[in-house]
Structures are given as structure tokens and as C-alpha cells.
């Protein structure tokens, strides 16, 4: 890895104006890499024009706001693309009028950006464990800005360091981030502490799940549902996929939502004691072995991804029963 860490380093030292970017529908990993490396990146390179784009998060806009700029910014710029290597799922596609591209993840997907760079480290458990990896190996200073924002990002895409891709490096990178001398109480205080209302929301859901005979257990979100509840799609999705974790006898969770913006239905997949991101690279998606997601056309196609998980969560029980 260090020596694509040094090649990153020599583009950047070339460059005038980096424009990073990152996945849509960002989450703590996305915004939380994408923001901690145009930290880093100012402090160690004030002469140069850094930004940040793309859509936004409610949930984790504490993070950081992201910048507006002209077309024109990205003559002769250098993209850099955090957490995501799949083209569709990059917010803002602008990044193709770059003269170089970067891509910086962690997921299983392969890359279909043409003449882009990588750096992929399938083995970390987020986005900012390579980022912050990169910076402490490259000797970069390491602001307590950006320390934050990759430390929330290595909590959330790690189930606060819960998940099976959490590795001793995992938590050595953690380790440094708070001795920069981050308030980790306040980071999780932003993620984790939720209204009155917000609790009883999700107690209204919880009592919409349903299981199938296997015990996958699911949510669907139409868009009549989004109205009915007053909720926004980010809410319903990513918001409510883990009101189904830590059940008894449960293993695999999913989560359907209409997506306004598109007119399709996000899949949130989520698993505990096995891997079903070949479930969701089937139907187009990708991720974590545990943790993945997908985009559908339409609800119709449920009852055919429900039947997969159920088989797998017969295949779970088979093995573990033998």
C-alpha cells in the first residue's frame, strides 16, 4: 500500500485544485473520508484549492458541508473518490472532466472508472482507515478536524467495532485518531442520541417488520408509506435498517424504501455470523460481507431477493446444525 500511497502523494503535489468526492446518499464512512482528507490535505497543502461535493446527509452533515463550484474548477484537477469505486454510485459526475482520478475504498466491488487510479484495501473496515492509514504512513499532519471526521466515519461503518471486518489495525487506527485528542463522547453523542420522537418513529416501524419462514426479517417503505409517516428516505432507509438487529434467531435484515430522487427502491442488507454481499452484488449492489445494499427497479423484485436470503439462511443453519 505505501507505494500507492506515494504515487497519490506525487498527483497531489502536482495539482493546483483537488476536488474530492464520494458515494451518494452519504453515510459516516463517506462524508467522514471525504471530509477528513480535505482537512488533511489543507492543512499540509495550504496553497492549494481543495473542495468537497456532492449530495447531502442530514444525519451526518455535522461532519462537514459541502462546496459549490463551477464546471471550469475541474480543468487539470485531480478527483480524488473516496468509498465508492462503482461509477453510478458516485455522487456528482462531474469527477469525469478531471485529468486525473484517484479512488480510495475498501469494498469488494471492482472499479468501472476508466483510467482511475486505485487504492483499495478490501481488508479495512472503512473508507477512513485507508485515509487516515495513508496520512500517519505518508507523515502527513493530522488535524483534529479531520481526526473527527475519520474517526466517526471508521465507527459507523465498523458497528462501532462491532462487525467481523474490525481488525487489530481497525482499532490501532482508532487508537491514533483519539490521541490527536478527539472528543469521542460528542462524536457519539452526534450519531447515537435521538429525540422522543425520533425513538417512537422507530418503535412504529419496528412494529411494521415483518419475517419470512426462514426469520429474514424486512421493511418495505413505499412512497405512500415516506407520506404517511412524514419521513424522508435517508430516515426510513439507512435510518431504520437496524431497528431489525439484535434479535434472537434473526440473522439476516433488510430494509426496501422508495427512493424519490429516483424512482427506484434502495435495499439496505445487513447480517450477523455470515456473508451475503454475493447476494447483493446479484442484483447489482455491493459492499460488506455484513453489511450491503443494492438498487432495484421496483418492489416487485422483493419476493425473488427474500427467497436468496432465505436460502442462505438455510444454508446457516444446515452448517451450524451439523
Same mark, same amino acid.
Given at each position: 500500500m505505501k507505494k500507492l500511497y506515494k504515487a497519490i502523494l506525487k498527483d497531489i503535489k502536482k495539482?493546483?485544485?483537488?476536488?474530492?468526492?464520494?458515494?451518494?446518499?452519504?453515510?459516516?464512512?463517506? !462524508?467522514?473520508?471525504?471530509i477528513g482528507l480535505s482537512l488533511i490535505l489543507k492543512k499540509n497543502f495550504p496553497n492549494k484549492e481543495i473542495y468537497v461535493v456532492g449530495?447531502?446527509?442530514?444525519?451526518?452533515?455535522?461532519?462537514?458541508?459541502?462546496? &459549490?463550484?463551477?464546471?471550469?474548477?475541474?480543468?487539470?484537477?485531480? $478527483?480524488i473518490i473516496c468509498d465508492v469505486a462503482v461509477s453510478s454510485m458516485i455522487s456528482d459526475d462531474r469527477y469525469k472532466l478531471a485529468s486525473k482520478v484517484w479512488i480510495i475504498d475498501h469494498h469488494k466491488n471492482t472499479s468501472d472508472i476508466e483510467g482511475a487510479s486505485l487504492i483499495i484495501n478490501s481488508h479495512a473496515a472503512?473508507?477512513?482507515?485507508? $485515509?487516515?492509514?495513508?496520512?500517519?504512513?505518508?507523515?502527513?499532519? $493530522?488535524?483534529?478536524g479531520a481526526a473527527e471526521a475519520l474517526y466517526t466515519g471508521l465507527i459507523t461503518d465498523s458497528g462501532r467495532f462491532q462487525y467481523s471486518d474490525t481488525t487489530p489495525k481497525t482499532l490501532m487506527i482508532g487508537a491514533c485518531l483519539m490521541d490527536i485528542g478527539i472528543n469521542v463522547q460528542a462524536i457519539y453523542d452526534k450519531l447515537y442520541v435521538e429525540t422522543l420522537e425520533s425513538k417512537k418513529l422507530k418503535a412504529t416501524f419496528t412494529e411494521r417488520m415483518k419475517v419470512t419462514d426462514k426469520n429474514v426479517a424486512y421493511l418495505i417503505n413505499t412512497k405512500e408509506d415516506l407520506e404517511k409517516y412524514n419521513v424522508?428516505?435517508?430516515?426510513?432507509?439507512?435510518?431504520?435498517?437496524?431497528? !431489525?438487529?439484535?434479535? &434472537?434467531?434473526?440473522?439476516i435484515w433488510c430494509n426496501f424504501t422508495y427512493n424519490p430522487q429516483n424512482e427506484k427502491?434502495?435495499? &439496505?442488507?445487513?447480517?450477523?455470523?455470515?456473508? #451475503? $454481499?454475493?447476494?447483493?452484488?446479484?442484483?447489482?449492489g455491493g459492499g460488506h460481507d455484513q453489511a450491503c445494499g443494492a438498487?432495484?427497479?421496483?418492489?416487485?423484485? #422483493?419476493?425473488?431477493?427474500?427467497?436468496?436470503?432465505?436460502?442462505?439462511?438455510?444454508?446457516?443453519?444446515? &452448517?451450524t446444525n451439523s
Open positions: 495539482h493546483d485544485t483537488i476536488i474530492i468526492h464520494r458515494h451518494t446518499n452519504p453515510d459516516g464512512d463517506a !462524508m467522514g473520508s471525504q449530495d447531502t446527509n442530514k444525519r451526518v452533515d455535522f461532519i462537514g458541508q459541502m462546496d &459549490e463550484i463551477a464546471d471550469e474548477k475541474y480543468q487539470n484537477a485531480l $478527483v472503512a473508507a477512513c482507515e485507508v $485515509v487516515a492509514d495513508m496520512a500517519f504512513k505518508l507523515k502527513l499532519h $493530522v488535524t483534529k424522508d428516505f435517508n430516515t426510513a432507509s439507512r435510518g431504520m435498517v437496524n431497528i !431489525m438487529a439484535g434479535i &434472537e434467531g434473526i440473522n427502491v434502495i435495499c &439496505e442488507f445487513r447480517s450477523r455470523g455470515m456473508s #451475503i $454481499v454475493d447476494i447483493a452484488k446479484k442484483y447489482g438498487t432495484i427497479d421496483s418492489f416487485d423484485m #422483493i419476493p425473488s431477493l427474500l427467497a436468496d436470503f432465505d436460502n442462505r439462511m438455510e444454508e446457516y443453519l444446515n &452448517e
